[in-house]
């Protein structure tokens, strides 16, 4: 099927490659059902969940001395980051409006900068842009040769929604961090689930991605 930036912008951040076997010989096909515009509701509790790791964010950016509008950023900031943590590994699903609101949350932090605005606003797009690019290049380039997607979209787009709040010097550092983590937590349900990892194990990259991000985000505020 042919890609585009147009086609990976309208998807809902949802994997279309195989699926992970699972116990009694059953495919759990995932988020592949959802391209055909079957995406499940979230869990009933996510919204405390979220409300709760808002107030946890406003919380921890009160404790490195933020101002008022930085304590609702960290609270929004915190609260999406929980609401994308639990849907990316309870449903394997990231939704557009969660990084709609991950992107406007930065760009409301950005409106009250009192230096060169519009040059902080400029840089935001270009990371936005960047980091963007720099995904689906390697999932472009690892496709070709495994036939495969590496990276799913709604990981992709989610890189857009980071840019607004991840300088470049850290973004490396978020990746590494996030993978680490994504990594540790597949092989800890690997064990769990007593079955060893394999390609199609389904690693919730975009969970840890988030999380990564608010932790680099919230130390350098």
């Given at each position: 099927m042919e890609r585009s930036w147009l086609r990976l912008l309208r998807d809902d951040g949802h994997d279309t490659g195989r699926a992970e076997q699972r116990s009694g010989g059953r495919m759990h096909m995932g988020r592949a059902t959802h391209q055909r515009g079957l995406a499940p509701r979230p869990p009933?509790?996510?919204?405390?969940?979220?409300?709760?790791a808002a107030?946890?964010?406003?919380?921890?950016?009160?404790?490195?001395?933020?101002?008022g509008p930085m304590l609702f950023a960290s609270a929004g900031f915190?609260?999406?980051t929980m609401r994308i943590f639990t849907t990316d590994i309870r449903l394997r699903v990231i939704y557009d409006r969660d990084i709609v609101l991950i992107y406007l949350i930065g760009f409301f932090v950005?409106?009250?900068?009192?230096d060169d605005f519009y040059l902080i606003l400029l840089s935001s797009f270009f990371r936005s842009f960047l980091y963007f690019s720099v995904f689906y290049l390697l999932d472009c380039a690892y496709?070709?040769?495994?036939?495969r997607d590496a990276i799913g979209h709604g990981d992709m787009k989610l890189s857009i929604a980071v840019g607004v709040f991840i300088d470049l010097p850290q973004f490396p550092f978020v990746i590494v961090l996030a993978a680490l983590l994504t990594l540790a937590f597949g092989v800890s349900r690997g064990i769990s689930r007593k079955r060893l990892i394999s390609r199609y194990t389904y690693l919730p990259f975009g969970a840890f991605f988030m999380a990564s991000s608010y932790i680099f985000w919230l130390a350098h505020i």
């Open positions: 009933i509790y996510l919204d405390l969940w979220a409300t709760l107030v946890l964010g406003a919380g921890a950016a009160y404790a490195v001395d933020s101002d915190a609260g999406t950005n409106l009250f900068e009192k496709r070709a040769y495994r036939s």
